[in-house]
């Protein structure tokens, strides 16, 4: 397989794009090698690529580096009128690589309950944070025991019994990746950066 791709690239390379009409232009530079591509799985170092038009991926696709967009969202069939309607919903973002973890969990006959997070959670994050909402009463003695986050549990207590209380944790990532990637979220503009100064990206900022 890999060792017909740089006969592949060279088939396209010979191609006189400019004796063939723009709408048949794109299915030579991308449809053809991701047809190529598409019978295993294959490395391909092939310099910067920009699309300056829609580029739609139907199967699965795995990013190793980082990824940057201007947004983000899901999208699916309307659950109410899937045949007529399309749902979109934005990712939640933050200037830190936040991981969030949450629950419903229920109070002993202490007020009090013992929460299990994954089993890699202290491993992967650091610098937690809590939130705690009862549900259905006040319960304005309710709060985190002191240690935090042990051994990937926390204990809520200062609830009554049998209450139900909502929870939810965030952690901000510590894995080697992050480390050695760390997002940053100022950076300024300049030759190695995404644009230089006095560009911009989108026509809403341009004077």
């Not at 939640?92 to 959670?121: H, Q, R």
């Not at 019994?161 to 940053?184: A, F």
Request: charged share 20%.
């Amino acid at each position: 397989m890999q060792n017909c791709l740089p006969i592949c690239f060279m088939c396209i390379k010979s191609i006189n794009f400019s004796k063939i009409k723009k709408k048949y232009q794109t299915f030579f530079v991308l449809i053809l090698p991701l047809v190529v591509f598409s019978f295993g799985y294959t490395t391909l170092v092939y310099g910067q690529t920009t699309f300056t038009t829609p580029v739609y991926i139907t199967a699965s696709t795995t990013v190793t580096g980082a990824l940057s967009k201007g947004s983000g969202t899901f999208v699916i069939d309307h659950p109410l009128d899937p045949a007529n309607k399309l749902l979109y919903h934005s990712f939640v973002e933050s200037p830190d690589v936040k991981n969030i973890y949450d629950g419903i969990t229920t109070l002993d006959e202490n007020g009090e309950a013992v929460v299990a997070l994954p089993d890699y959670f202290e491993v992967l994050n650091k610098d937690y944070r809590f939130l705690l909402t009862a549900l259905g009463v006040s319960a304005p003695n309710l709060f985190v025991q002191s240690d935090g986050v042990k051994d990937n549990h926390f204990t809520i207590v200062g609830g009554e019994p049998n209450m139900r209380v909502s929870w939810q944790v965030t952690g901000t990532r510590q894995d080697p990746y992050i480390l050695e990637h760390p997002i940053i979220p100022e950076v300024d503009k300049g030759p190695d950066a995404l644009k230089n100064i006095g560009e911009y990206l989108f026509k809403g900022y341009r004077e």
